[in-house]
């Protein structure tokens, strides 16, 4: 049951730190720079030249975020929509690993990406929450994202652990492709490892309340950020439009400039991810919108420079660069559902919504 919370969604918010506990519980050592995935041998991914995403939804986002962390590294990877996927998909070499992101392993669009890309040839994997899921059964192999159940159909804890698995594979295909040394992970494995603590903090005293109460009655809510922060946007933005019924918005911060920042007003607020990287671009992109006379609410670390122009701050904890995107995602979680709960919405069903989408 929901316990002490009035909705399923916000109990599993709040389960996020158990959640993220579970996924990396025996997966990591910080002191050697060991990332042991459960079921591949070490070198398992040496092959591995490509990684290429397919997923649908929040599930996406978290492929985004992933791919973003490989290609950071140094590995390509590409996130596509599981949907499009049917209609062009990528060529596929013999080092090409396709990875299917579905929390319930039976999203229909997912599913017949993954059968496209095993009878094109491609080794697959599924990163999923459900044991014996469909996906994992077509897939040469699975990992589990341990989230357990998500009752709530706005996925929550489970993109949180998907992204972090994500950051972990990634680096664990860096390890075996070129011997990448093991001290070059030792301080992002001890981020990792505080992770649950820095979910707690944010839980904690987030703010979000406040925020949702100011803007609640706004016309359309956007979203920006770059790299991990562009990923964390995009989720943000669906949060928030599947459980308020609001019009919102996520972009690459740079992209603002490009067309959307036509329809900015005092009216859209404007959500602004620093997540460490470039950091000072996505000011200027968020300053361009407050010009325009939009709230700017930064998510950042404490004492960042973004705090000194926003009008609200959500804090992120300090912590690595590839992990701020998730914490900052947990204050957006946070927003849409105190943003839902003023306007009286269906939180854990949305309307026209459902858990598992079967069909194309
Ligand atoms: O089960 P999956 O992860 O494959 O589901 C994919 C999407 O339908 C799902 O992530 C959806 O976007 C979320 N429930 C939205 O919160």
Do not use: W
Request: charged share 25%; glycine share 8%.
């Amino acid at each position: 049951g929901k316990g002490e919370y009035d909705h399923f969604m916000l109990k599993e918010i709040n389960e996020q730190p158990t959640a993220i506990a579970q996924a990396i519980e025996g997966r990591i050592d910080p002191a050697r720079g060991a990332i042991d995935l459960d079921g591949f041998e070490p070198g398992a991914f040496e092959d591995i030249d490509e990684v290429q995403f397919v997923a649908c939804g929040t599930s996406y986002h978290a492929a985004l975020y992933g791919a973003t962390a490989l290609n950071r590294i140094g590995i390509s990877a590409t996130a596509m929509l599981a949907n499009e996927y049917s209609v062009a998909a990528p060529p596929i070499d013999d080092g090409t690993l396709v990875v299917a992101v579905t929390q319930s392993g039976e999203t229909a669009d997912t599913l017949n990406a993954l059968r496209s890309a095993a009878a094109a040839g491609a080794e697959t994997l599924t990163l999923t929450n459900v044991i014996g899921s469909t996906a994992s059964r077509i897939a040469d192999k699975t990992l589990l994202i341990r989230a357990g159940p998500e009752i709530g159909v706005a996925a929550t804890k489970t993109f949180s652990s998907q992204a972090l698995m994500l950051v972990l594979l990634s680096r664990r295909i860096a390890a075996d492709r070129s011997g990448e040394r093991s001290g070059d992970r030792r301080s992002l494995l001890e981020a990792v490892e505080s992770m649950p603590e820095s979910i707690e903090r944010v839980l904690d005293r987030s703010g979000a309340a406040a925020v949702a109460r100011r803007y609640g009655d706004s016309q359309s809510y956007f979203f920006i950020g770059r790299g991990f922060g562009y990923a964390v946007s995009l989720e943000g933005a669906l949060k928030f439009k599947e459980i308020t019924y609001e019009h919102a918005e996520g972009f690459a911060s740079g992209e603002l400039k490009h067309g959307p920042l036509a329809l900015v007003t005092p009216e859209t607020p404007i959500f602004a991810v620093f997540t460490g990287t470039e950091d000072e671009k996505t000011l200027k992109n968020a300053e361009e919108a407050q010009t325009r006379g939009a709230p700017v609410i930064a998510l950042c670390p404490p004492g960042h420079e973004a705090t000194e122009i926003a009008d609200e701050h959500l804090e992120i904890p300090e912590t690595d660069a590839t992990l701020a995107g998730l914490l900052a995602n947990v204050q957006l979680q946070l927003v849409s559902y105190y943003a839902a709960t003023q306007l009286d919405r269906s939180i854990d069903k949305p309307r026209n919504l459902a858990k598992s989408v079967t069909v194309e």
